[in-house]
């Protein structure tokens, strides 16, 4: 069973950075888009950013200019450069890949918490 796991959450100030990465926990061949989602408490899932394999990225109009969205695909590893955080980033938030081989792969999801 092929797994994605994030990494780089945690708590940070309002203004402040973070990096997230998210990685498979095996090869998984080809893989055509990948994004961020994002969670917050009562609220649905909302798509973050997205990076297909070729073509431009798109970013939520809310996090546009702050959040940066960049894979590696000799790693199959795909990260989330977030910048002047608000206390309305914090979400619980998750990477996605659409693989050749197994089709949607979805992470555990790691929490972003920023304090005002």
């Known amino acids: 069973q092929v797994q994605l796991v994030e990494s780089g959450g945690g708590l940070v100030q309002a203004g402040g950075s973070l990096r997230l990465s998210c990685g498979a926990s095996r090869i998984i061949g080809s893989v055509s888009s990948m994004a961020w989602f994002r969670q917050a408490p009562g609220k649905k899932r909302e798509l973050v950013a997205r990076?297909?394999?070729?073509?431009?990225?798109y970013y939520a109009a809310s996090v546009k200019g702050r959040f940066a969205i960049s894979r590696d695909n000799a790693k199959n590893t795909l990260y989330l450069q977030m910048n002047n955080l608000k206390p309305e980033d914090a979400a619980v938030y998750y990477c996605?890949?659409?693989?050749?081989?197994?089709?949607?792969?979805w992470g555990q999801g790691i929490q972003v918490t920023v304090s005002s």
């Open positions: 996605n890949m659409f693989t050749v081989a197994y089709g949607a792969l």
């Open positions: 990076i297909p394999d070729s073509g431009s990225t």
